[in-house]
């Protein structure tokens, strides 16, 4: 199964695309998490991205198309994934439409957690205390906010038409939004059995 999550800064992608991950025997690809990671290791990539990362601003697409590319290109992915954080603009959904072409695959569905902006910044203040997460602080989540309405709903909009496009109502417990996926999810797993 090849599938997309989507949703604000705070929605709870991470958290629930690990749920996914395990119930379906994905592997979880997130762009935001390879980030962080490069940055740690300070990898030729992780300081290019830094500063970028801590301002909340997007990394340039060519970079994290790349990215994404190789992370697709491994073996554990040859029978399906879970983007999270991926495509975030309308030119990196064109380079996954032709990375998916040339490997003749397509998209099974796109989760799009729906969430009410206050709990957005509620969320991820919260967060920013507890998990220290330096782009969690209330400039750089503005930021994101703004980033996000700008350029990756957009990227909702292209999905839409194509009627493969889940949206799940993020607002309630991890459990609430956790079965909201898998009554979405699992009517796509009896078909691919099928057929
Ligand atoms: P959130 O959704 O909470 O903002 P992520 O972990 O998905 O967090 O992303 C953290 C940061 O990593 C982003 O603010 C951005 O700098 C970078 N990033 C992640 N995914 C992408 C992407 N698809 N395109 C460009 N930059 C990205």
């Not at 980030?35 to 300070?42: M, T, Y």
Request: proline content about 5%; aromatic content about 4%; cysteine-free.
């Amino acid at each position: 199964m090849r599938l997309l999550i989507m949703g604000a800064p705070g929605s709870g992608k991470g958290t629930q695309a690990a749920a996914v991950s395990e119930r379906y025997h994905i592997p979880t690809i997130s762009t935001g998490d390879m980030f962080r990671a490069a940055v740690r290791s300070e990898s030729p990539l992780g300081r290019e991205v830094k500063a970028l990362l801590d301002s909340g601003s997007l990394v340039p697409d060519e970079i994290t198309d790349a990215v994404v590319v190789a992370r697709l290109s491994e073996p554990d992915a040859a029978e399906g994934w879970i983007l999270d954080g991926y495509p975030r603009t309308t030119n990196q959904v064109a380079a996954l439409d032709t990375y998916l072409a040339t490997q003749g695959k397509q998209l099974d569905g796109v989760l799009l957690l729906d969430v009410p902006q206050e709990q957005l910044l509620e969320r991820m203040l919260l967060r920013g205390q507890h998990e220290g997460r330096s782009d969690d602080n209330l400039e750089t989540v503005t930021h994101r906010l703004a980033v996000y309405h700008e350029q990756t709903e957009p990227v909702i909009s292209q999905y839409a038409p194509r009627g493969i496009l889940h949206l799940i109502d993020g607002s309630g417990t991890i459990a609430e939004t956790g079965a909201r996926i898998v009554a979405a999810l699992d009517p796509l797993t009896v078909a691919d059995v099928d057929g």
